[in-house]
T-cell receptor
């Protein structure tokens, strides 16, 4: 059974600082996804990571995947207030049944 | 535009009543999913379906039912057997091939009075 854990659960950071959110998963996951959720809203896709060593970047966010360590990271560079949101990672089992399991989320607050 | 439409956005229900949440997609995706989100929590999988007329229970299926009579539609019924149904419900879909990215609807917020 796939389990996905994120840390930290809460993150308060100053504008301009760098930080990393970690996503560990328990068994082999074919792929790893990162989503953003604003308060009261749905989830928006950020990154899709399909293979070991995959790295994707969009603006101040960069995601990477290490399948051997069963670890994905979401790195925030020079944070700005607009990045305040909850970030979720999700793993997927795609052999047999396509089942997506989400982490508990990291609530990020960027302080001006 | 292609996307996923959930309705209603807000729903109030009295205890003991069944309610049905609608989810329609025009993305031609094979798979559809229902998740439940409680305040400050992550997403928990209720039911999912990969093909028409077939669906599987997720981690918290008790008190819920679904149908998949058409590829585009995957309605969720919250029955009176669901002890604590107040939550935010999210419908999602994905292509089974390629990256398999999940696309989400805007959600339905159910409150039991």
């Amino acid at each position: 059974e796939l389990k996905v854990e994120q840390n930290p659960l809460f993150l308060s950071m100053q504008e301009g600082k760098n930080y990393t959110i970690y996503c560990n998963y328990s068994t082999t996951s074919d792929r790893l996804y990162w989503y953003r959720q604003d308060p009261g809203k749905s989830l928006e896709s950020l990154f899709v990571l399909l293979s070991n060593g995959a790295v994707k970047q969009e603006g101040r966010l960069m995601a990477s995947l290490d399948t051997k360590a069963r670890l994905s990271t979401l790195h925030i560079t020079a944070a700005v207030h607009d990045l305040s949101a909850t970030y979720f990672c999700a793993g997927a089992l795609t052999s047999g049944t396509y089942k997506y399991i989400f982490g508990t989320g990291t609530r990020l607050k960027v302080l001006a | 535009d292609g996307g996923i439409t959930q309705s209603p956005k807000y729903l109030f229900r009295k205890e003991g009543q069944n309610v049905t949440l609608s989810c329609e997609q025009n993305l031609n995706h094979d798979a559809m999913y229902w998740y439940r989100q409680d305040p400050g929590q992550g997403l928990r999988l209720i039911y999912y379906s990969q093909i028409v007329n077939d669906f599987q229970k997720g981690d918290i299926a008790e008190g819920y039912s679904v149908s998949r009579e058409k590829k585009e539609s995957f309605p969720l019924t919250v029955t009176s057997a669901q002890k604590n149904p107040t939550a935010f419900y999210l419908c999602a879909s994905s292509k089974l091939a390629g990256g398999g990215e999940l696309f989400f609807g805007e959600g339905s917020r159910l409150t039991v009075l």
